[in-house]
Structure formats: C-alpha cells, structure tokens
C-alpha cells in the first residue's frame, strides 16, 4: 500500500512538472456597463413628512452592521420655494429646529425625525447612506467631504458628488 502511494505521488509531481502555461485566448465579449456612481452609497426616497405633528419615523430594511457602519444624510423638500433642507437645522418657517436620530429594531434602520417648534409639512424625505468599506480608527476621523469640497448640508451637491438620480 506505501509503494502505490510513494508511486502516486511520484506520477503526480512529475505531471505537475510536465505542464506548461498555454497561449491566450482571445478577448471575450465586453460586458454591460455599470451605472455611475459608488457602490456604498445608496438613496432612499420618502413621501411627504408632516412635522406639524410631532416626530416621524422612516423605516430602511437593512442590517445592524449597516446602520453602524454608515453615515446617513436626510433632506426635506419644500415644493413653494423648490428646496431642499439638510437636518439637523432649522426648517422653512426658521421657527422650527429639527434633529435626526438613528436606531435600529431588526430588520430596520429607524430614521427618526424630531422637531423644536411649531413644524412644518415637506413634500418628499430623501436619506443618503455613505457605507464605509474601510474604517480607521484615529482620534479625530478624516471629514471626507470638507476634503473633497462639498457641503453635506447642500442636497444638490452630495446628489452630484454621489451620482445620485435627480428624481
């Protein structure tokens, strides 16, 4: 039984030997294009938010890891004036300070919307979530927008850095 083993392993190493890398092949067909745009990040669209009310609560089917591992960006739109408001800050009226807190209840990102004031009615919610493929832990983090010279708070510009869809 050894000596067809010791055998065995003897033919295989002498084939391994014996090969040789092969000519090319030739190029195959070009695959379909991929959209424009980075792959960790994502937009979430939402009707209208009546903060007149009190809080509202936008739900995103996702993981912990990613609502841990993410920055989330959220925006009212104001269909009078044709504009988009970044939160935490003050609304339309300038009479209302709303603020954004992030929970999470499997299966769900809970994106809550909080209000100081009388508050306001918006036509559309919109949440941008940058995913962070690499994390560095340090004492301060690196404000990747300042360095590319955006403003989070303006929607148009993070739409257009992103690559986001204008609707």
Same mark, same amino acid.
């Given at each position: @039984?050894?000596?067809? *083993?010791?055998?065995?392993? &003897?033919?295989?190493?002498? *084939?391994?030997?014996?090969?040789?890398?092969? #000519? !090319?092949?030739?190029?195959? $067909?070009?695959?379909?294009?991929?959209?424009?745009?980075?792959? %960790?990040?994502?937009?979430?669209?939402?009707?209208?938010?009546?903060? !007149? =009310?009190?809080?509202?609560? &936008? %739900? /995103?089917? =996702?993981?912990?890891?990613?609502? #841990?591992?993410?920055?989330?960006?959220?925006?009212? &739109?104001?269909?009078?004036?044709?504009?988009?408001?970044?939160?935490?800050?003050?609304?339309?009226?300038? %009479? =209302?300070?709303?603020?954004?807190?992030?929970?999470?209840?499997?299966?769900?990102?809970? /994106?809550?919307?909080?209000?100081?004031?009388?508050?306001?009615?918006?036509?559309?919610?919109?949440? /941008?979530?940058?995913?962070?493929?690499? /994390?560095?832990? *340090?004492?301060?983090?690196?404000?990747?927008?300042?360095?590319?010279?955006?403003?989070?708070? #303006?929607?148009?510009? @993070? !739409?257009? &850095?992103?690559?986001?869809? $204008?609707?």
């Amino acid at each position: @039984m050894r000596i067809i *083993l010791s055998i065995t392993v &003897f033919c295989l190493f002498c *084939l391994s030997l014996s090969c040789k890398k092969g #000519d !090319r092949g030739e190029q195959g $067909e070009p695959g379909i294009p991929g959209i424009n745009g980075n792959a %960790n990040v994502v937009q979430y669209n939402f009707g209208q938010a009546d903060l !007149r =009310t009190g809080y509202v609560v &936008f %739900n /995103i089917t =996702t993981t912990q890891d990613t609502v #841990d591992n993410s920055q989330w960006y959220v925006y009212l &739109f104001e269909p009078g004036l044709e504009r988009w408001y970044a939160l935490p800050g003050q609304g339309l009226s300038g %009479n =209302t300070t709303y603020r954004v807190s992030i929970g999470y209840t499997s299966p769900n990102a809970k /994106i809550y919307i909080d209000r100081n004031g009388p508050g306001e009615l918006y036509s559309k919610t919109r949440v /941008i979530r940058v995913y962070a493929g690499k /994390i560095t832990k *340090l004492g301060v983090s690196p404000n990747l927008h300042s360095r590319a010279g955006i403003d989070p708070s #303006d929607y148009e510009a @993070m !739409r257009k &850095f992103y690559h986001l869809p $204008e609707n």
